[in-house]
Nanobody, 130 residues
Framework: QVQLVESGGGSVQAGGSLRLSCAFS????????MGWFRQAPGKEREGVSS????????YYADSVKGRFTISRDKEKRTMYLQMNSLKPEDTAMYYC???????????????????????WGQGTQVTVSS
């Protein structure tokens, strides 16, 4: 069984930065696609970014491209999301997710757009004030 534990959310002013972490436990870390989704009140879940843990290829939604950076540390079995130049519209609950996926589905956006995953973290709140 895979378990995901997020940390690093909080409140910042517009233009600020936060780094989210997602610790992975369970099966072979490098076999998974991992990513971040977010959901704001009254809105649908949105895929933000994904990373193929084994090879490190990444994908970003247009809304965060150039501002957010996803990465992973294989030794620590942890995934990160560095969020810079935050905007009020980035305010949401952020969820870490993981699924054993083939590389194309992980890094072409199809997994993120589907909004589904086998494993989810508990979520961490990010609030950006103007």
């Amino acid at each position: 069984q895979v378990q995901l534990v997020e940390s690093g959310g909080g409140s910042v002013q517009a233009g600020g930065s936060l780094r989210l972490s997602c610790a992975f436990s369970g099966y072979t870390f490098t076999s998974y696609c991992m990513g971040w989704f977010r959901q704001a009140p009254g809105k649908e879940r949105e895929g933000v970014s994904s990373i193929a843990i084994g090879g490190g290829s990444t994908y970003y939604a247009d809304s965060v491209k150039g501002r957010f950076t996803i990465s992973r540390d294989k030794e620590k079995r942890t995934m990160y999301l560095q969020m810079n130049s935050l905007k009020p519209e980035d305010t949401a609950m952020y969820y870490c997710a993981a699924e054993a996926l083939d590389w194309p589905a992980c890094v072409t956006g199809s997994w993120l757009r589907g909004g589904r995953s086998d494993y989810w973290g508990q979520g961490t709140q990010v609030t950006v004030s103007s």
